[in-house]
T-cell receptor, first 116, second 112 residues
Framework: KAGVTQTPRYLIKTRGQQVTLSCSPISGHRSVSWYQQTPGQGLQFLFEYFSETQRNKGNFPGRFSGRQFSNSRSEMNVSTLELGDSALYLC???????????????FGPGTRLTVL | GENVEQHPSTLSVQEGDSAVIKCTYS??????FPWYKQELGKGPQLIIDIRSNVGEKKDQRIAVTLNKTAKHFSLHITETQPEDSAVYFCAAGNNYGQNFVFGPGTRLSVLP
């Protein structure tokens, strides 16, 4: 079974631009979570989608948004990029969250975003 | 909200020795505790997890122990090998589909 895939793997943008990252979960998985990883803040939860609905959201500004499609693929968007948005953005998928036990999350390789 | 601490931040061991990484958490509602290994340029990979209805779980050279009363859990790697060198993250979560909270990570170096 193929793992979680993320595209693109690398991105370079300038301040003020916007960016869209894509995540394809493991086949059959319906939950997708997004995380931001930086050396200073570590791994921080952005949001989680299940069946096209945002179920949970972390403490990030409204410039960070996401969506999930009917095939469970997910995108996240960051508008008005700031230098501090430079990070590795990770996507994780799981089959069924919150049903009698938090389900195992499987991570993709991440998208490395650099904001100049 | 949940807060997860992890120690040590760096750990160097000789090949063949054991390595132990410890995490503490704050939210008593947390009942799921995974451990991830992250190699350079890759996403975190689940290596073992434990749920709060068990105190210990083992998978070959890797074991995790959980003390819910004290709110801490530990990763034990025996007979370490150079390929175990990576950054290890613990995390804590609960039944209600809420986000994981990750520890800050431990950089493990296994010296040949």
């Amino acid at each position: 079974k193929a793992g979680v895939t993320q595209t693109p793997r690398y991105l370079i943008k300038t301040r003020g631009q916007q960016v869209t990252l894509s995540c394809s979960p493991i086949s059959g998985h319906r939950s997708v979570s997004w995380y931001q990883q930086t050396p200073g803040q570590g791994l921080q939860f952005l949001f989680e989608y299940f069946s096209e609905t945002q179920r949970n959201k972390g403490n990030f500004p409204g410039r960070f948004s996401g969506r999930q499609f009917s095939n469970s693929r997910s995108e996240m968007n960051v508008s008005t990029l700031e230098l501090g948005d430079s990070a590795l953005y990770l996507c994780a998928s799981s089959s069924t969250p919150g049903t009698g036990g938090l389900d195992t999350q499987y991570f993709g390789p991440g998208t490395r975003l650099t904001v100049l | 909200g949940e807060n997860v601490e992890q120690h040590p931040s760096t750990l160097s061991v000789q090949e063949g020795d054991s390595a132990v990484i410890k995490c503490t958490y704050s939210d008593s509602a947390s009942n799921y505790f995974p451990w991830y290994k992250q190699e350079l340029g890759k996403g975190p990979q689940l290596i073992i997890d434990i749920r709060s209805n068990v105190g210990e779980k083992k998978d070959q050279r890797i074991a995790v122990t959980l003390n819910k009363t004290a709110k801490h859990f530990s990763l034990h790697i025996t007979e370490t090998q150079p390929e175990d060198s990576a950054v290890y993250f613990c995390a804590a979560g609960n039944n209600y589909g809420q986000n994981f909270v990750f520890g800050p990570g431990t950089r493990l170096s296994v010296l040949p």
